[in-house]
């Protein structure tokens, strides 16, 4: 059983920045792969980033060149980095944590959510 705690959601106004944190506890020598979904209202929970033990990297299009995820394997914890924010990147993100990147959305641990809302 993993635990995952998210920090570091808020309100930005469009251009800015916000970093999100994720803390794992509890199975956490099972986690490889750990990243960032995320739901606005109305739309499915889609993909924004994923990061492996090694550090391998994927991002989804919209997200390229303006997120950039990180991970601390020491301290089991993960980071989104996200510049130029945009009114379409408002939703609730969630962490997830699992295996392998393939287990990640059906099988993968999820956090509770932390609200990002992009507006002037």
């Known amino acids: 059983q993993v635990q995952l705690v998210e920090s570091g959601g808020g309100l930005v106004q469009p251009g800015g920045s916000l970093r999100l944190s994720c803390a794992a506890s509890?199975?956490?020598?099972?986690?490889?792969?750990m990243g960032w979904y995320r739901q606005a209202p109305g739309k499915q929970r889609e993909l924004v980033a994923t990061?492996?033990?090694?550090?391998?990297?994927n991002y989804a299009d919209s997200v390229k060149g303006r997120f950039s995820i990180s991970r601390d394997n020491a301290k089991n914890t993960v980071y989104l980095q996200m510049n130029s924010l945009k009114p379409d990147d408002t939703a609730v993100y969630y962490c997830?944590?699992?295996?392998?990147?393939?287990?990640?959305?059906?099988?993968?641990?999820w956090g509770q959510g932390t609200q990002v809302t992009v507006s002037s």
């Open positions: 509890g199975d956490s020598f099972s986690i490889n792969a």
């Open positions: 997830n944590a699992a295996p392998a990147i393939g287990l990640m959305r059906q099988f993968g641990s």
């Open positions: 990061i492996t033990s090694i550090g391998s990297t």
